[in-house]
């Protein structure tokens, strides 16, 4: 009779164990991310009225290929002198890491990175430097990812305004063209280049039309030095981004040398044309 | 649109009054048919009984003593079939009726817990059986919805084989992926054969009527726009609502139940226990001619993360009354109010049951009022006309994220349907009917906008012969919207059903879908999560070729197994594309193909003590232009429902897998894992009383359908169904 008893007692237990192991073992699925980068932002001048919200991104390539490719942290109080910021990430290696300013019914815009970790500002320009970082494991925490970020670069007070025309045929694998205006003419091909010295893009340019109207906001009293259509291909890559005319400087005769454009406070400046011949581009 | 109301009103009430009383100089009086139909086991009558004479349009249901009687039957030599859910069906042949003969008939049903061969309707806007379908079309009785213990609709549809839900978002043999708030939807929901839709997003309110109000629900699956015409792309769900018994009745189902916290400690965000409480209440009556019943429920959920409220109302209103012609007018109105917490993304995936601070208050309002009436009017016994007209107003305030009451008004959809059912001969069935609705939208998001669909449809089925039946049809359709016409379709169908052997049926349909985009799609102008969503006026009709090929073999008249393989291909596919900025625009951006296998089985055995219910979806959903899989959409899914039956117990475990989601649209590099969920249910029948026991997600399995919206945690429910009528 006791053996019997003990014998389903054992019994009983082996198989409560094997449940309770079982338990132990089950896929619950999604994990929480133990790693992360910690940091502090510091702003340089006063947020613009416009400021939708300001967040920390994350990418592992730079430049992105798009919007999606970024990873963001929740909203960070730009009302404040600095403030402090995380992102929980898997290990590896990030290439960059950018504070990305939005504006009030406005997509994000990748013309508005406001500072780069590894980088320095200059008043309203960003130095042309970034720092990788890596996390090593999925337990680490690497801290002291600080970031200067200018937001004098999105307080934009003043509009350039002008025509774009477009001679010739279209590349059949145009993906987006976008007008921009930048503080200093960007190396050909350097996408870098192009992404630090831009003071503001607009990406709305309608494809395959033959002429389009766009429009730039920049800072009053600062001096535009270069005005240019920029085209990407359909993959969307930003590494493909070639400019493909930009608007002359027209006291130059030979029509080659690019226009400087001086916008006061409050103003907005028109007739800053552009032609686009894409006979003339390098673009396959 | 007040006087399209009236104008459409006065021309249905001339035309009613007109066939009404043409209806009765046609009535003769020829056999008459009686009877009762009883339980074998105890004799006990069976209420709500379908009895059909095959070969016409006369049929019949048994009242609470199962009784029936049809009468004016034309001489002949009839088969007569009677079907009831939970019983097997049966039919009785060569059944005489004579010029003045009155039979007799007593007719005994075998409980069985799943009915292998329903009547269905949604195929052919009429009845049939199952097996005699040229299309796939799955029924969930109102005893599995009962048994599934779901408080909500939508996610008892879900054991379906090739149905997958992303939240609300249903999509039929990977039809569909996900839009926000179930946008443009290429699933057409209907009550009682009158689509639900709403008109300006065309989305899906799972809530629209109370659940005990159900009596089956219909699924057909693949493109059924030359029946059902646009938002019928991918399929058709049609809720077949139950018939007020004619005396009195009282249901009454009660359950509620905990949310469990989070498996890991880190992602526990509250101390408070999580609740959820939901009460049905239906009440049936007879007043003179007309059989009455009044449906009401409410729905309370704390919600299983920060701002994931609800609550809900539903009332509705079932009536029906029959004339001495045979004719009958049917009454269903439901109104249907929720207010939720609007939950775009999670906080972050280390706090994935908190919203971040900006969302903590946001909250969604949906408000749905739907009236229809149908008057059925058998002028012969090969001749029947149907009238419906429907009034939908949806109303969904508050949705994208802004604080701005006043920016939505509620949309309008009223329609109206006139059907013939005409059997010229012994072999050929023939459905044709003309279909208008208005659509009319008003909201800060999107402007004012009116427009309108008109339709003819036309199905011929014929049998080739005795075992093999061609079913034929076509239907037009033409969409105006503010003054301009956007869609002109014509949407054939050819479909054929063949009895190879008894119990082996074969059955194959070829078909075009299409879905004129919607006002929310073309016009729409908003703010979401961060992205702007910008309009595209000039979004064009999407359009599909299906086919398909499906075989069923029955095996001991409780148990099948069916296998169908589909293909579909879209043209101008409208989806919402993100450029690289993150702008949201509505597009027709794809060119689609869509195919794969699905395999359904029904096994049940020691007379239905044990029972192994098992769906698998193979599924190839690929974007022609760029090589890659479609989003939103799962290559392989399966669902197992093992069930163990005691007299008075039953004991079910159900479990569900979906493989990773491979293509998402918005954060694609956020952590997927493939969906594992298991539930378990318990019911213990007590006389009038049925006490129900469930665990929702057994392993408090975490995973997200949508990026950063993650799926329900660990639920325990416990609950009551009443039915004085037992």
Known sequence: MISIYLRKTVSVTILLIMIMQFSCRVDHGLEPINSKITGTVTFHGDHPPSTDEVRVVVAKDFPPKDIKSLLFSNMINYREKTAEYEIYLPKG??????VLWKEHNESWNISNVIGVYGGSISGDLLIPTYRSVTIADNNTTVRNINIQATLERVNRDAKIKGEINFIGDWPDN??????????????????????F???????????FVSSAEYMLRVQGQDTVKYVAALWIDDTFDLASIRDVGYYCDPQDSTGLKPGSVLVPADAVKTGINITVDFSKTDIQ | MIMMIKNISK???????????YANLLSQ?????????VENKNDQPIFGVNILIKGTLIGTSTDREGRFEIKDIPPGIYAIFVSHIGYKNKTLDQVTITSGSDIEMNITLKESVVEMNPVIVSATKHPQSLSSSHQAVEVIPHTRINESQYSRLYKSLSTVPGIHFNEQNISIRGSSGYSVFNVGSRILVMIDGIPVNSSDLGAINWDILPVLDIKRIEIVKGAGSALYGSSAMGGVVNIITKEPPGDRQILLRTRAGIYDQPAYKEWEWTDEVLHFEDIN??????????????????YLSTGYMENNHMDRWNAALRMKTAFKNKSHLDLYASWANSREGGIIQWLNQNSPFEVPPFNKEDEIEFTTINIALQYSLPLSSTLGLKFRTSFLS?????????????AFQPAYGPGAEIQCLWLPNKKNQITCGTEYRADISSTEYFGDHKGYSSALYVQDEIPVIPSIKATL???????????????????????????????TTMRSTAGRGFRAATVFEKFVTADYAGFNIIPNPDLKPERSWFWDIGIIQEFFDNSNFQLSYFYSEYSNMIEPVIDFLGTIQFQNRLQARIQGIEFSEKFFLFSELLGLESTFTLLDPVNVTTGKTLPYRPRFSANCIASLRLKKFLFQAEYKYFSRIEEVEINPLDPRVPGKLLHVRAHYTLGKVIIQAAVTNCFNYHFTYVERRMAEVRKFSLGILFNSAQ
Do not use: W
């Open chain 1, 93 to 98: 290696t990030y290439k960059v890491v950018a």
């Open chain 1, 174 to 195: 145009t993906g987006v063209m976008a007008v921009g205006a930048f503080s200093s003419i960007p190396e050909p091909g350097d996408y870098m280049d192009y992404f």
């Open chain 1, 197 to 207: 010295s831009s003071i503001f893009m607009d990406y709305s340019i309608p494809v």
């Open chain 2, 11 to 21: 021309l249905y009430i001339i035309l009613l009054f007109q066939l009404f009383f």
């Open chain 2, 29 to 37: 009086h020829h056999g008459t048919m009686r009877g009762k139909v």
């Open chain 2, 281 to 298: 209440a239906s009440y049936s009556s007879s007043f003179g001619p007309v059989d009455l019943n009044l449906s009401f429920s409410r």
């Open chain 2, 394 to 406: 949806s109303y969904m305030s508050n949705q994208l994220t802004a604080y701005n009451p006043g």
């Open chain 2, 473 to 503: 049809g076509f239907r037009i359709d033409k969409h105006v919207l503010d003054n301009e016409s956007v869609a002109s379709q014509f949407s054939p169908k050819a479909g054929v059903n063949v009895q190879i052997f008894p119990g």
